[in-house]
């Protein structure tokens, strides 16, 4: 789509449309930016936009602007069914986003090769180790949901070029373009405060197939019941990984190896893996994934073992922080669903004092609680869900129950007290929420980096 000449708006001021609303003045598009925000709240895009030709609309009336507009750019979680923006829908104008001028652009300009990421779990853990395999032997861009915005590199990009994409239910809904690459790792419930149903959730993930040719790759999760039905859909060749058995085309693991077999006969041998540093049986899978996609991509089997042996982790994904008074403390504050949380715990062979709870997203905690009191000693719960929670924990019952304790508390500055008092050597302490963080903080990275601050500024006890 050209946009000279075009009355286009932009919903959200952010860090992704910031290069976009430039882009658009770039393409001499009339631009409107709407924000439900005030203008000290978004002081810092705003000063990157300082001179461009912008209208603004803040503050909570914003929406009402949206008449008269031709193109709409909608940030991700805008629920599409607001009275605004189906009024803008009826009188013609076309709906849009940065990713879909991201994925048109490249296409007509530099026709760079896209690997695309999704799942409820798992995401920016397995494209943050993709792209570091694939930095070893080839050029590579990562962004999408984390990393850059994708418009600020595209300039950069060659045909040679990789792009690797972390892409949210969010970004895919109605994208109109699939990755020549797509990887499904995993479907949960979540994010149904925002979808108004489990099926439209899995609807948006299946868009990152939707549009593939008959060219393009799909990698599955085999283990995963949801994205083992979707591999039907997929038109293009089909890998699938598992921890459990040996795909006939796909990523395994044989004998405590990381096998790939990528032509349904010859194995290639990748590294034990033994060897990961990543904690957790849940990150085998992610590392199966990256490694299969690495390898469709030309990476060579050395690369990709290099990675699998070196990388540790991302920040706020059971982060290790420190061990004092023999009490290990872990940081995995992106756990913002139960099957996040559950595999935290899951990947810790030590009782655990568990801090919980935040915004609530509309999810179950019933097999979390089940988890949580087997292997929590002491469950402190905070945010808007402490109750839900705290509901679901004492409906538990059975013999293997370790839970002995349950504590709310109204902040997490008072959580970290609780925990501190409570965890005792050969404990760890987990901030591990199964929730968003928006009844409390901006996002995870602030709640995550506050508990870490608390931490780090725990003494140790006089002896």
């Given at each position: 789509?050209?946009?000279?000449?075009?009355?286009?708006?932009?919903?959200?001021?952010?860090?992704?449309?910031?290069?976009?609303?430039?882009?658009?003045?770039?393409?001499?598009?009339?631009?409107?930016?709407l924000?439900?925000?005030?203008?000290?709240?978004?002081?810092?895009?705003l000063?990157?936009?300082?001179?461009?030709?912008?209208?603004?609309?803040?503050?909570?009336?914003?929406?009402?602007?949206?008449?008269?507009?031709?193109?709409?750019f909608?940030?991700?979680?805008?629920?599409?069914?607001?009275?605004?923006?189906q009024?803008?829908a009826?009188?013609?104008?076309?709906?849009?986003?940065?990713?879909?001028?991201?994925?048109?652009?490249?296409?007509?300009?530099?026709?760079?090769?896209?690997?695309?990421i999704?799942?409820?779990?798992?995401?920016?853990?397995?494209?943050?180790?993709?792209?570091?395999?694939?930095?070893?032997?080839?050029?590579?861009?990562?962004?999408?949901?984390?990393?850059?915005?994708?418009?600020?590199?595209?300039?950069?990009?060659?045909?040679?070029t990789?792009?690797?994409?972390?892409?949210s239910s969010?970004?895919?809904?109605?994208?109109?373009?699939?990755p020549?690459?797509?990887?499904?790792?995993?479907?949960?419930?979540?994010?149904?405060?925002?979808?108004?149903?489990?099926?439209?959730?899995?609807?948006?993930?299946?868009?990152?197939?939707?549009?593939?040719?008959?060219?393009?790759?799909?990698?599955?999760?085999?283990?995963?019941?949801v994205?083992?039905?979707?591999?039907?859909?997929?038109?293009?060749?089909v890998?699938?990984?598992?921890?459990?058995?040996q795909?006939?085309?796909?990523?395994?693991?044989?004998?405590?190896?990381?096998?790939?077999?990528?032509?349904?006969?010859?194995?290639?041998?990748?590294?034990?893996?033994?060897?990961?540093?990543?904690?957790?049986?849940?990150?085998?899978?992610?590392?199966l994934?990256?490694?299969?996609?690495?390898?469709?991509?030309?990476?060579?089997?050395?690369?990709?073992?290099?990675?699998?042996?070196?990388?540790?982790?991302?920040?706020?994904?059971?982060?290790?922080?420190?061990?004092?008074?023999?009490?290990v403390?872990?940081?995995?504050?992106?756990?913002t669903t139960?099957e996040?949380?559950?595999?935290?715990?899951?990947?810790?062979?030590?009782?655990?004092?568990?801090?919980?709870?935040?915004?609530?997203?509309?999810?179950?905690?019933?097999?979390?609680?089940?988890?949580?009191?087997?292997?929590?000693?002491?469950?402190?719960?905070?945010?808007?869900?402490?109750?839900?929670?705290?509901?679901?924990?004492?409906?538990?019952?059975?013999?293997?129950?370790?839970?002995?304790?349950?504590h709310?508390?109204?902040?997490?500055?008072?959580?970290?007290a609780?925990?501190?008092?409570?965890?005792?050597?050969?404990?760890?302490?987990?901030?591990?929420?199964?929730?968003?963080?928006?009844?409390?903080?901006?996002?995870?990275?602030?709640?995550?980096?506050?508990?870490?601050?608390?931490?780090?500024?725990?003494?140790?006890?006089?002896?």
């Open positions: 789509m050209r946009y000279t000449g075009k009355k286009v708006a932009v919903i959200g001021l952010g860090v992704n449309n910031t290069p976009l609303i430039r882009f658009l003045v770039e393409q001499g598009a009339e631009v409107s930016v924000d439900r925000k005030n203008r000290d709240e978004l002081r810092e895009y000063d990157q936009l300082a001179g461009l030709p912008v209208t603004y609309h803040l503050g909570p009336d914003y929406l009402e602007y949206l008449r008269g507009q031709e193109v709409v909608l940030s991700p979680g805008v629920p599409k069914n607001l009275p605004a923006l009024e803008a009826a009188s013609g104008a076309v709906f849009s986003s940065e990713l879909e001028v991201f994925f048109a652009e490249n296409r007509q300009r530099s026709r760079a090769p896209v690997i695309g999704t799942g409820s779990c798992g995401k920016t853990t397995t494209t943050t180790m993709l792209g570091l395999m694939l930095e070893k032997e080839k050029p590579v861009r990562v962004g999408g949901n984390i990393g850059r915005p994708p418009l600020t590199f595209l300039p950069e990009l060659t045909p040679e990789w792009v690797v994409l972390e892409l969010f970004q895919l809904q109605d994208l109109g373009y699939s020549q690459i797509a990887v499904l790792l995993n479907i949960t419930p979540n994010h149904l405060d925002v979808h108004s149903s489990f099926d439209e959730y899995v609807q948006a993930k299946e868009e990152i197939i939707k549009n593939q040719s008959g060219d393009d790759l799909a990698i599955f999760n085999w283990d995963n019941p994205t083992r039905r979707l591999a039907a859909n997929a038109k293009g060749k890998y699938f990984f598992s921890r459990r058995l795909p006939e085309t796909g990523a395994f693991v044989k004998n405590g190896d990381i096998i790939l077999r990528l032509d349904g006969k010859n194995e290639e041998y990748i590294c034990p893996a033994a060897e990961k540093r990543l904690p957790g049986e849940h990150n085998l899978e992610n590392i994934a990256a490694a299969l996609a690495a390898r469709l991509a030309g990476v060579s089997p050395a690369a990709i073992a290099s990675v699998i042996r070196e990388f540790k982790g991302v920040e706020h994904r059971l982060e290790f922080l420190r061990e004092l008074d023999g009490v403390y872990y940081n995995d504050s992106k756990a139960p996040e949380t559950i595999a935290g715990l899951r990947a810790l062979s030590v009782p655990v004092v568990l801090i919980g709870g935040g915004y609530d997203k509309k999810l179950p905690f019933t097999e979390l609680a089940k988890v949580a009191a087997e292997r929590c000693r002491v469950v402190i719960l905070i945010g808007a869900t402490a109750g839900k929670i705290r509901e679901a924990l004492e409906e538990v019952e059975g013999e293997d129950r370790l839970l002995s304790e349950i709310q508390a109204a902040s997490l500055e008072e959580a970290v609780i925990a501190r008092s409570k965890a005792g050597p050969g404990e760890a302490v987990l901030l591990s929420p199964a929730c968003a963080s928006y009844d409390m903080f901006r996002n995870f990275e602030e709640r995550g980096r506050r508990f870490k601050e608390l931490v780090f500024g725990i003494q140790p006890r006089k002896k």
